[in-house]
């Protein structure tokens, strides 16, 4: 048995579709992509593969399709270090999917068809109480029935286990929700729909982290890409910077970010070591290209942290 402190990730999985064009496309035009790609994805996933490869005790709680790919990405997660008891196959539901067009400055956009994720209901996060009170961090973000999401900080709450929330895609939360959780990492976008604020600088990263902390929460981590990330625990902020390296696509870099920050917070480091171990993870994200094919392992971090 593992003596490692133990990580519980709940969340998406979802058949990433990726096309590279030179832009995105304008309403009613067509383009020819230069290069398409299925990889595995989700956020939840991605975050727990990032977990498991960056040396985590981590298990998941998510439910695939009755289809050949969700059957395949429940075998590749245990391949990545990752428990899969608690993820379900789910019968006559397809897997998640991800339209992900990606242009040639890196950036991405998506548009998701839930499939078997919508299938997490409240009584399936239920049927996991036990796991999700055995561990010692539950890791959320947002492409999972908001109630269930809930339902799981409020479990872990009770229980004494630290929730971190990846408030992720970009939308507003209740406060029901936001005072269960102890560490937030919204990037600028998700931290604009939770504060109101628009992040340009430090200056405006302090100013939305400090609306976070008025919600309850003691830790704000906000990702800023290339710079790196604003750390602000009970309103001390510091940039924590990020690492220069040519990207191919962002796809997942935040997913990698959050994985490799929780590994090592569950590793007794401090944050602001944890938000560097995060930022070298997501910086070797960022030059491969897909989700999970992108995701590192602890030996590269540790090889990269080496170099730097
Ligand atoms: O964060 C990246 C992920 O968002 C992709 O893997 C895609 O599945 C979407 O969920």
């Known amino acids: 048995m593992s003596t490692k402190q133990k990580l519980v990730v709940l969340g998406s999985i979802n058949a990433d579709h990726i096309l590279t064009l030179e832009h995105f496309p304008h309403p009613g035009q067509t383009l020819n992509g230069q290069k398409y790609q299925v990889a595995f994805g989700g956020k939840g996933a991605n975050q727990a593969v990032a977990a498991g490869r960056s040396g985590a005790n981590t298990a998941f709680i998510a439910c695939v399709g009755d289809d050949a790919l969700g059957y395949e990405i429940k075998a590749q997660l245990a391949n990545d270090h990752v428990q899969t008891d608690a993820v379900s196959v789910v019968k006559n539901e397809s897997t998640g999917v991800a339209l992900i067009f990606v242009n040639q400055v890196a950036e991405n956009c998506i548009g998701i068809h839930a499939g078997a994720n919508a299938c997490l209901t409240p009584e399936y996060v239920k049927q996991h109480e036990a796991l999700i009170a055995s561990a010692d961090a539950l890791l959320l973000q ?160 540790d090889e990269f942290l080496q170099k730097v």
């Open 142 to 301: 947002l492409e999972t029935p908001l109630q269930s999401i809930i339902d799981a900080a409020q479990i872990a709450t009770d229980a004494g286990v630290k929730v971190i929330l990846n408030p992720a895609p970009a939308r507003e939360l209740p406060e029901d929700l936001l005072r269960l959780v102890d560490v937030i990492t919204p990037n600028e976008t998700e931290a604009l729909s939770l504060t109101g604020i628009i992040i340009h600088n430090e200056s405006d990263a302090a100013n939305a982290a400090c609306v976070l902390h008025t919600k309850g929460i003691k830790t704000v981590v906000i990702t800023m890409g290339a710079r790196g990330v604003w750390l602000s625990e009970s309103g001390e902020g510091q940039l924590v910077s990020g690492f220069k390296v040519n990207a191919v696509d962002t796809i997942a870099a935040g997913d990698t970010f959050n994985g490799a920050f929780v590994t090592a917070l569950l590793e007794g480091k401090t944050p602001s070591e944890a938000a560097q171990f995060g930022n070298a993870a997501a910086a070797i994200a960022v030059t491969r290209s897909g989700a999970q094919p992108s995701v590192p392992w602890r030996q590269e971090i």
